[in-house]
């Protein structure tokens, strides 16, 4: 039982980890998306999200630190430059991972995980979006051209008067009115 340990191993000795997760964080990094089995999405996830906290402050040491994980320069030099900027407002979870069902030979369950903040598309639908409230609001966004007929409980385009739609609802209502209204 592997109670207690927080390591996933992806069946891999501790070195071929470690450089397997650099690898695949440079190329986070550099390409802002990547596709691989959803195991190692969750481990590089544990794995980056802690340096790309590092890289909000720009130290020598916080680089050093960076550097001695990722194994790459081009790819802390672009840490520190692009990513922190985009991320320097936000308290973490820095990657989302997306599952994208199995792959076809092995049947191994993919994911794509990237940045959040580099995905455009997404962000501009959240952005636009507006929270709505359960209150009752101002009725002043009503167009008065349509009127609300509560008979069949439908819009109705009309042009007459209130009161004349009145007379036509009463008269759909009861026949007898309409020769009332007639006699006056």
Do not use: W
Not at 63 to 90: C, M, P, Q, Y
């Amino acid at each position: 039982m592997r109670h207690g340990k927080k390591v996933k191993h992806l069946g891999r000795k501790t070195a071929h980890r470690k450089s397997m997760l650099a690898n695949m964080s440079c190329s986070l990094i550099e390409h802002k998306r990547i596709n691989t089995t959803l195991t190692k999405a969750k481990a590089l996830k544990q794995f980056i999200e802690p340096i790309i906290t590092k890289s909000k402050a720009d130290t020598t040491h916080n680089r050093r630190l960076a550097f001695s994980s990722l194994r790459d320069k081009n790819a802390v030099a672009e840490l520190f430059r692009e990513v922190a900027k985009k991320i320097g407002d936000r308290p973490g979870g820095y990657t989302r991972v997306i599952k994208l069902g199995n792959r076809l030979g092995d049947n191994a369950s993919m994911a794509m995980i990237e940045l959040v903040d580099f995905n455009e598309v997404y962000n501009s639908e959240v952005k636009t979006k507006k929270k709505s409230r359960r209150r009752g609001g101002s009725k002043a966004n009503i167009d008065p051209s349509k009127k609300v007929v509560d008979v069949n409980e439908t819009l109705v385009k009309d042009d007459s008067s209130p009161e004349e739609s009145l007379d036509k609802e009463s008269s759909a209502l009861d026949p007898a009115l309409d020769d009332k209204k007639k006699e006056e």
